[in-house]
């Protein structure tokens, strides 16, 4: 076990840090709709101009293949420069749309959509639950048909984040009829300007509106549009979610260490008082979740589930810090400020993605052996 | 004398009363609407009399009655106003100023919660108000908001309404009585308490009908203990209010303990409720077409109104004999 980066490492590192500092935006961008589009499309595309746009993704697709210990140095910078937050409407793109085409899709996919991936040119949504399949994802019901060369899609989606402002949708559907669970869905690319979509938005706690639910009315999608093979979309969908549980939240992870440095300062408060036993506890709960951070991304293998226990202990920690800014901050907690906005945002955090039941039932059956509560 | 920790009757007449007017004018589908509670209905129903003594044209029921109100109060998340009205009659009734505190329990006034913020001051849901009660810690005060400046300042998530004023306040009086900081604080943990037990109801409610994996959710031993847990600390919460209540009318002499207690607790369980019902309540509970939300950002408001913490200062009503530490 070591922790060493070499010359070069550092060297990347200030390179890095240089690059940040003189181009990340200072502002805060817009939380939803068009604005929140252009901002981060904006950004996207000056890291891009730079060649700091999917550092880590093959070189062969337009990624800078660069190997995990330059990209953890990259998203430390990248957090302490405080750039934009990562989880805007490019994560989905970048994070799961971009790896599964490399992972599973034609080449045809990968040469049309790629490189708009990176450049920031195409805006991607995930169309996973439905009204009645969250935690129980393998029983979605939105339908695909097999019509000629096309699919005909009939259904409905929710909670699809920037579905209002995507290009593109990752649509996981049942292909297979009288097909159940995990057999016979298909993972397809969904242009969201298609005939028969329609999107309402809905607005979180937090007041921002950046969800939605998709209704599909005989929406045709080209079968040249499956991704990986018919009916054989959960494979790809897994595929999916294994990228998003190890690396992409890399990027979340790792600003919370700059958010309780923030909280600290905020308080002012002498050591020894209550809340100051309070932040000191929270400071090194976040260095274990650097150091958790750190283990995941340098272990061979690691598993889904390996992911379940780092996005749990990030998903509590994260709320833990932002309810004790919500004590520090007296009776300014009743107004609107970047602090009370993240703090309302972090109750999805448990929720989003996989809940903490969801994750705490992974953790004692799948890691730790356990018997299932209900057959799957 | 006996002991007797149930409702009588009046008591259960006039919970079902409220209920039943709570239920018809303030039904929490009103927040969708966004707009500031109208309390007239609340007020010709007599609520803010309670806060009277009988001969002032009060209704001649107690503090602990009027606590069972507030519950129901917090259960429909009615405006904060409808606590800082009765805080406002009584200061006024102590300052000598009657005429203002019968026009206050009228409802003919209208009075809104204030908090200090730096240097201003933050009117909740005070657009319209012309009287404030400040609520500053150890000490209550009552001002006059007619001619004050507002200015509108977005609320927590959007949807606490704010106002900010400024500059020299035209003051009518202050207390730092513990007795009517205690009273405050009782009314104000009452509403945290129906918060706490109305996110139950809602989260249990909800886990019998959404169903995973072919079942409903409370089938999972995760969410029954949510459930549980609820229920536990919401009947804590329930009995020591009770017992507070009950001290503070006969004026007993743990009733200062009793209320440390509950302005400790009482927030305590209202977030822990609250945020567990709207876990159980997965997407939906996270956004705002739920009424989880509400319940989250009022706990938030009533916190800020509840006076300082005092739990160590107060002798325990049971506590060991000091002859007996000695002896040790
Ligand atoms: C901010 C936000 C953004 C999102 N973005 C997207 C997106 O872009 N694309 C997308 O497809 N989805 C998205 N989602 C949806 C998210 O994945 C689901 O909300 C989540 O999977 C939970 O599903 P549900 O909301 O239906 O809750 P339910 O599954 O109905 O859960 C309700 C409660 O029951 C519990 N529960 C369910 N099953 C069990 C069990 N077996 N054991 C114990 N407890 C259980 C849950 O933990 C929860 O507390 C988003 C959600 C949020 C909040």
Redo the contacts between chains.
């Keep these: 076990m070591q922790l060493d980066f070499t010359q070069d490492d550092e060297a990347f590192r200030v390179s890095a840090r240089e690059w940040l500092l003189a181009n990340a935006p200072r502002k805060r961008g817009p939380l939803d709709g068009q604005s929140a589009r252009a901002f981060a499309q904006a950004w996207l595309s000056q890291c891009h101009k730079d060649g700091w746009s999917g550092i880590g993704w093959p070189k062969e697709y337009g990624g800078r293949g660069l190997p995990t210990e330059k990209i953890i140095l990259w998203y430390e910078e990248y957090v302490r420069a405080r750039a934009p937050s990562v989880l805007d409407c490019t994560f989905v793109s970048l994070n799961h749309a971009g790896p599964t085409l490399i992972a599973c899709g034609t080449d045809e996919q990968k040469a049309y959509h790629l490189r708009r991936i990176l450049v920031g040119d195409s805006i991607w949504c995930q169309g996973f639950?439905e009204p009645?399949?969250?935690?129980?994802l393998a029983?979605l019901t939105t339908t695909g048909l097999v019509d000629g060369d096309h699919l005909v899609v009939n259904g409905q989606k929710?909670?699809t984040s920037y579905a209002d402002i995507a290009d593109f949708q990752e649509l996981l559907i049942r292909t297979e009829p009288g097909s159940k669970r995990h057999k016979g869905l298909s993972w397809v690319i969904c242009d969201m300007k298609s005939e028969g979509i329609t999107v309402r938005p809905?607005?979180?706690?937090?007041?921002a509106t950046h969800?939605a639910q998709v209704f599909y009315d005989n929406v045709r999608i080209p079968l040249s549009n499956v991704v990986g093979m018919l009916h054989d979309g959960w494979r790809v969908a897994m595929t999916t979610l294994g990228f998003e549980r190890k690396t992409a939240a890399m990027g979340l992870q790792l600003e919370l260490s700059i958010k309780i440095e923030d909280l600290i300062a905020l308080a002012e408060c002498p050591p020894g008082s209550a809340i100051g036993k309070q932040l000191a506890e929270l400071r090194a709960e976040a260095a274990a979740l650097r150091a958790m951070t750190y283990r995941t991304l340098f272990k061979d293998p690691v598993t889904a589930s390996d992911g379940s226990l780092m996005r749990l202990y990030f998903a509590e920690l994260s709320q833990r810090i932002h309810r004790a800014a919500?004590d520090i901050l007296?009776?300014?907690?009743?107004?609107?400020s970047t602090w009370?906005?993240d703090y309302?945002e972090s109750?999805?955090e448990?929720?989003?993605g996989g809940?903490?039941?969801i994750q705490?039932?992974i953790i004692a059956e799948r890691i730790l052996g356990l018997p299932r509560?209900?057959p799957a | 004398m006996t002991c007797d920790m149930n409702y009588n009757e009046d008591q259960r007449q006039i919970l079902d009363a409220a209920n039943a007017l709570l239920n018809t004018s303030y039904p929490l589908s009103r927040l969708q609407e966004e707009k500031p509670d109208d309390l007239t209905a609340l007020a010709e129903f007599g609520a803010f009399a309670l806060a009277l003594p009988e001969e002032r044209g009060g209704t001649g029921f107690t503090i602990v009655e009027e606590a069972l109100v507030h519950g129901l109060l917090g259960r429909h998340l009615i405006s904060s106003r409808a606590l800082a009205n009765p805080i406002a009659a009584r200061l006024a009734a102590r300052l000598g100023r009657h005429e203002i505190a019968e026009q206050v329990a009228a409802g003919t006034l209208s009075v809104c919660a204030a908090v200090p913020a730096d240097d201003s001051l933050l009117l909740i849901d005070g657009a319209k108000a012309t009287l404030g009660v400040v609520f500053g810690g150890r000490q209550v005060i009552l001002i006059a908001l007619e001619e004050l400046p507002r200015e509108g300042v977005p609320g927590l998530g959007h949807s606490v309404v704010l106002s900010r004023v400024r500059g020299p306040l035209s003051m009518i009086g202050e207390c730092t009585d513990s007795s009517l900081l205690d009273t405050s604080d009782l009314l104000v943990t009452a509403q945290l308490l129906g918060i706490a037990e109305a996110s139950r109801d809602m989260a249990v409610s909800y886990a019998k009908v959404r169903e995973q994996f072919g079942r409903s959710i409370g089938s999972f031993q995760a969410i029954k203990h949510h459930c549980a847990n609820m229920s536990v600390d919401a009947e804590a919460l329930s009995a020591l209010l009770d017992m507070a209540a009950i001290a503070v009318r006969d004026e007993r002499g743990d009733a200062a303990f009793q209320v440390a207690a509950l302005r400790l607790l009482a927030p305590r369980v209202a977030f822990a409720n609250v945020r567990t019902c709207i876990q159980i309540h997965g997407g939906i509970g996270f956004s705002a077409e739920a009424d989880a939300h509400h319940y989250l950002k009022q706990v938030h408001v009533l916190r800020q109104l509840l006076s300082g913490n005092t739990m160590l200062d107060l002798p325990a009503p049971l506590a060991p004999y000091t002859s007996i530490n000695e002896r040790n």
């Design positions: 639950s009645g399949s969250g935690s129980d029983s929710i909670w809905i607005k979180n706690m937090a007041g969800f919500m007296g009776a300014d907690a009743l107004t609107d009370t906005h309302l109750y999805s448990t929720i989003a809940t903490a039941e705490r039932n509560e209900q």
